[in-house]
């Protein structure tokens, strides 16, 4: 842990962690979406191939599916979130290094 300057500097610091902590639970929930697309993918894929369908096909059908998009909407909704919460957290930890030098210049 950081030793502080003041209290300003203090919690805009708590702050960033708490916001970069959002975006990586944020990021977990995209990689798990991610995860169910490619696992029905694959699932899609030999369900298909035992009925002769090809692969192509079989992509083209399972990406057409409501499971599909929901899974890519999810993916790209977390992702969007978790790029929010880290560019906040940017902000903030900017916010404690400016308060950290000024406090510095001021001596």
């Given at each position: 842990?950081?030793?502080?300057?003041?209290?300003?500097?203090?919690?805009?610091?708590?702050?960033?962690?708490?916001?970069?902590?959002?975006?990586?639970?944020?990021?977990?929930?995209?990689?798990?979406?991610?995860?169910?697309?490619?696992?029905?993918?694959?699932?899609?894929?030999?369900?298909?191939?035992?009925?002769?369908?090809s692969a192509s096909d079989a992509e083209i059908r399972w990406s057409e599916t409501a499971n599909a998009k929901n899974a890519l909407t999810d993916n790209s909704f977390h992702v969007t979130l978790a790029t929010m919460y880290y560019g906040a957290a940017a902000a903030h930890y900017s916010r404690a290094q400016y308060l950290r030098s000024r406090d510095e210049a001021a001596v």
């Open positions: 842990m950081p030793r502080f300057n003041n209290e300003d500097e203090r919690a805009a610091w708590t702050l960033a962690e708490a916001l970069i902590e959002t975006a990586r639970a944020m990021m977990k929930q995209a990689e798990s979406a991610l995860e169910t697309f490619r696992q029905g993918k694959e699932l899609y894929s030999q369900r298909c191939a035992r009925r002769g369908i």
